[in-house]
C-alpha cells in the first residue's frame, strides 16, 4: 500500500483511463514515497511489528537537553530507549532479561510526551532496562507518522511523483525554460513546492537524538 494510490496519480496528471503507463506511473509513486520519507526521516504509512533493540539503543540525555530541563533536580541524565522508528502507540513492551518481563503502561512514558508520533521510551521511577546475555527489549506496536496519512504528505507525493513521471518528456535537465521554443524545465531532486510543504508542515524538523 502507497501513500498515494494509482488512481489518484492518473486523475492528477489527466491520463484517464489509459493503462500504458501504469507501471511507470507506479514505479514514480514508490520512488516518490522513499524521497519524501528520505527528506522527512520518517514513515507515513502505518504498519505493525515487533521491532528488536540492544542495549546500544539507551542513551542517557545531558541535564538541559529538551528531555532533562536544567531545573529539574535528582539525576544528572534521562535514559531512554531511542527508536529507530515513529511510534503511535505501545501494544507490548518486553525488557531485555532472561525472562522477557513485560513493562506495563504504568511503567513507561512516551517521549516527546505532547507530540506524536513518539520516538523513545523513558521508563518510570524504579524501573530499569535489562540487558542478561544475548538480551533485546522488544516492541510490539504500530509504527508510522499517523493513523492517517496527512493530507498535504499525500499532496506532496502526489507533485513529487508527477515530478519524476514529468523527467522523461525532457530533453534537457536542470535548465531555464524557454516556454516558446517548448523547452520542458525538470531540475534535479524536488520541486520547490514540495519542499515547501514539507518545510510548512514540519516534516523536516523530525525528532531524532545522535
Not at 540492544?54 to 532533562?68: F, R, V
Not at 507490548?92 to 532479561?97: C, P, S
Not at 516527546?112 to 516492541?139: C, H, M, T
Request: proline share 5%; aromatic share 8%.
Amino acid at each position: 500500500m502507497s501513500v498515494v494510490s494509482l488512481s489518484d496519480l492518473k486523475d492528477y496528471v489527466k491520463i484517464g483511463s489509459s493503462t500504458g503507463d501504469d507501471n511507470i506511473l507506479t514505479d514514480c509513486i514508490e520512488r516518490a514515497q522513499k524521497q519524501i520519507e528520505s527528506a522527512c526521516h520518517m514513515e507515513f504509512e502505518t504498519s505493525t511489528s515487533v521491532r528488536y533493540y540492544k542495549a546500544d539503543a539507551i542513551k542517557t540525555l545531558p541535564q538541559g537537553s529538551q528531555w532533562h530541563p536544567s531545573d529539574q533536580t535528582g539525576a544528572s541524565g534521562v535514559t531512554m530507549l531511542i527508536l529507530d522508528k515513529p511510534l503511535l502507540s505501545i501494544t507490548t513492551l518486553t525488557n531485555g532479561d532472561s525472562t522477557g518481563t513485560v513493562i506495563t503502561s504504568t511503567g513507561y512514558w512516551l517521549e516527546p510526551r505532547n507530540d506524536p508520533p513518539y520516538r523513545a521510551i523513558r521508563l518510570r521511577s524504579g524501573k530499569s532496562w535489562q540487558f542478561d546475555d544475548d538480551g533485546e527489549v522488544s516492541v510490539d506496536a504500530p509504527w508510522g507518522f499517523s493513523t492517517t496519512v496527512p493530507a498535504d504528505i499525500q499532496q506532496a507525493t502526489l507533485r513529487q511523483a508527477t515530478y519524476l513521471y514529468r523527467q522523461r518528456d525532457a530533453s534537457i535537465f536542470g535548465v531555464t525554460a524557454t516556454p516558446e521554443l517548448g523547452t520542458i524545465q525538470v531540475k534535479f531532486g524536488m520541486p520547490d513546492d514540495v519542499v515547501e510543504i514539507l518545510r510548512s508542515g514540519g516534516y523536516l524538523n523530525s525528532f531524532r537524538v545522535i
